[in-house]
């Protein structure tokens, strides 16, 4: 199984500004990477796919990076709406389809 | 619009069983595959089972394997999920998720419902 681990856990950042989240896997899972916002008492909403492509009607104030291991999401001009969990998870040879544990982007 | 609307969640005690259901709309429901993911309280994201656009491939987290059924019914637009001897650890919301187009992006959940909370306690 392929473990999904993000950092930090918790990422404090005022709005306006820009926050960077990490997302690492334990194995190359190539460019089959999605990022998932979840606001408290909703459903995850996909965000990212691909490692880099937004899904349809994300702002491009979010954009992914990376391959093979590494990620990252990236958001800019940080707005009251962000602030929520947000989870990487790999598709690239399931099953098992794994999450990483979250991030929590928080309002500094 | 796409929409996926859960039910059958609720509390059951520990070894006993329960169905959910996910209502499909909005989208030709037997082209693609369909996913359970759930949420332990204040955890991660979890991938449960999945099931491909005709029914016939079906795929487990090592969690729930030989305890949990996953199905569907493509004349009823409608997603299933049998569990089976249930744990108190299967506490959590169960939300059903569309895949997108194509293996292995149906890993990718463009469209979730909003959840059914299942608890499983004495």
């Known amino acids: 199984e392929i473990v999904m681990t993000q950092s930090p856990a918790t990422l404090s950042v005022s709005p306006g500004e820009r926050a960077t989240l990490s997302c690492r896997a334990s194995q190359s899972v190539t460019s089959s990477l999605a990022w998932y916002q979840q606001k408290p008492g909703q459903a995850p909403r996909l965000l990212i796919y691909g490692a880099s492509t937004r899904a349809t009607g994300i702002p491009d104030r979010f954009s992914g990076s990376g391959s093979g291991t590494e990620f990252t999401l990236t958001i800019s001009r940080l707005q009251s709406g962000d602030f929520a969990v947000y989870y990487c998870q790999q598709y690239n040879n399931w099953p098992p389809i794994t999450f990483g544990q979250g991030t929590r982007l928080e309002i500094k | 619009e796409v929409q996926l609307v859960e039910s059958g969640g609720g509390l059951v005690q520990p070894g006993g069983s329960l169905r959910l259901s996910c209502a499909a709309s909005g989208f030709t429901f037997n082209k693609f595959y369909m996913s359970w993911v759930r949420q332990a309280p204040g955890k991660a994201l979890e991938w449960v089972s999945a099931?491909?656009?005709?029914?016939?491939?079906?795929y487990y987290g090592d969690a729930v394997k030989g305890r949990f059924t996953i199905s569907r019914d493509n004349s009823k637009n409608t997603l299933y999920l049998q569990m089976n001897s249930l744990r108190v650890e299967d506490t959590a919301i169960y939300y059903c998720?569309?895949?997108?187009?194509?293996?292995?992006?149906?890993?990718?959940?463009?469209?979730w419902g909003q959840g059914t909370l299942v608890t499983v306690s004495s």
């Open positions: 099931t491909s656009g005709s029914g016939i491939s079906t």
């Open positions: 998720a569309k895949g997108s187009p194509g293996v292995p992006a149906a890993g990718v959940f463009e469209s």
